[in-house]
């Protein structure tokens, strides 16, 4: 499978844990984005990388929220001091410059935070 | 800033029959639209994209979209449904940075 994974696929934290999720970006992709979704709602563009250069966030990403991309390849979001708002699906995805609207989306993340 | 709203949260259809779903967006400028489809434990699936040119687009399984610039409409369109199409539906706007936007979804259910 040549896809988007992203790993976990479920994570249950207590508030004020910290938690941190991979994407795996489909192989030839160079941007990858990250959003989440929360119930009854579409997704919502949290930031993105242009190979490891990330270069926007977005004003929902608070100072609890990193995301990195070291090598140009798979990303991570971690998020710190988790809290109970925080519970959400977490969706990556990734596209080609070239083709940068097709983006190709993983599985998502689900976070739960009791 | 882009929006999309989708009026109907919830439209349930019989197998067979059509399928229209409504999608209005706001944006400045020449829009990216595209309808994508999401079922349960799975990811966004890229269903139909428009950037230019015919105003009628096809797309994977059966659907296609007509974009109505007069109207700021995208609605998404399949003559026959099957039950497979179950699942929830959304429609979303990009901006000049790559960035989608979302509407909030329709959920489609379909009866035998």
């Known amino acids: 499978d040549t896809g988007v994974s992203q790993n976990p696929r479920h994570k249950i934290t207590k508030r004020g844990q910290n938690v941190t999720f991979r994407c795996d970006p489909i192989?030839?992709?160079?941007?990858l984005y990250w959003y989440r979704q929360t119930l009854g709602q579409g997704p919502e563009f949290l930031t993105y990388?242009?190979?490891?250069?990330?270069?926007?966030k977005s004003r929902l990403l608070s100072d609890r929220f990193s995301a990195e991309r070291p090598k140009g390849s798979f990303s991570t979001l971690e998020i710190q001091r988790t809290e109970q708002g925080d519970s959400a699906m977490y969706l990556c995805a990734s596209s080609s410059t070239g083709l940068a609207y097709e983006q190709y989306f993983g599985p998502g993340t689900r976070l739960t935070v009791t | 800033a882009q929006s999309v709203t989708q009026p109907d949260i919830h439209i349930t259809v019989s197998e067979g029959a059509s399928l229209e779903l409504r999608c209005n967006y706001s944006y400045g400028a020449t829009p990216y639209l595209f309808w994508y489809v999401q079922s349960p434990g799975q990811g966004l699936q890229l269903l139909l994209k428009y950037f230019s040119g015919d105003t009628l687009v096809q797309g994977i399984k059966g659907f296609e979209a007509e974009f109505k610039r007069s109207q700021s409409s995208f609605n998404l369109r399949k003559p026959s449904v099957h039950w497979s199409d179950a699942a929830e539906y959304f429609c979303a706007v990009g901006s000049n940075d790559y960035k989608l936007s979302f509407g909030a979804g329709t959920t489609v259910t379909v009866r035998a």
């Open positions: 192989s030839e992709h160079n941007r």
């Open positions: 990388f242009q190979n490891e250069a990330q270069l926007e």
